[in-house]
Nanobody, 126 residues
C-alpha cells in the first residue's frame, strides 16, 4: 500500500525539541509538494508547513514559524520536521501528505491522493 510512514514523535517537556520523519513507502517523492499536518483531540486537522518539490520553497503557519523547520531528501524519500521550543499547544498527532497550493504563504491542501499515513503522536508536557 502506498502511503507515508511518520515517526519520531514522543513525550517532551516544554521548550524541548523533536525531529519527525515522514518516509514515502511505495511511491516516488520527487514530483510532490509535501505538507505536515496535525490534529489535536477535539480539534480539526490543520496544515502547519509545506515544502516544494525541490525543497527551495517552504511555508509555515504563524504558530510554528521560527520554531519548526521542514526539509526533504528526495533520494531517501523522506521529509523532515524539526520542532524546537515546543509548547503544550503543539500536542497533537502529526501527519504528512502530498499537497497542492504550497507557496505564497499557503501551507498546502491535501491532494485527492495524499498518501496519508498513521501519524506520529507528539505530546508536550511537564
Amino acid at each position: 500500500q502506498s502511503q507515508f510512514v511518520e515517526s519520531g514523535g514522543g513525550l517532551v517537556q516544554p521548550g524541548g525539541s523533536l525531529s519527525l520523519s515522514c518516509a514515502a513507502s511505495g511511491f516516488t517523492l520527487n514530483y510532490l509538494a509535501i505538507g505536515w499536518f496535525r490534529q489535536a483531540p477535539g480539534k480539526e486537522r490543520e496544515g502547519i508547513s509545506c515544502i516544494s518539490t525541490t525543497g527551495e520553497s517552504t511555508n509555515y503557519v504563524d504558530s510554528v514559524k521560527g520554531r519548526f523547520t521542514i526539509s526533504r531528501d528526495n533520494a531517501k524519500k523522506i521529509v523532515y520536521l524539526q520542532m524546537n521550543s515546543l509548547k503544550p499547544e503543539d500536542t497533537a498527532k502529526y501527519y504528512c501528505a502530498a499537497v497542492f497550493n504550497c507557496g505564497f504563504g499557503l501551507v498546502g491542501t491535501p491532494l485527492p491522493k495524499a498518501y496519508w499515513g498513521q501519524g506520529t503522536q507528539v505530546t508536550v508536557s511537564s
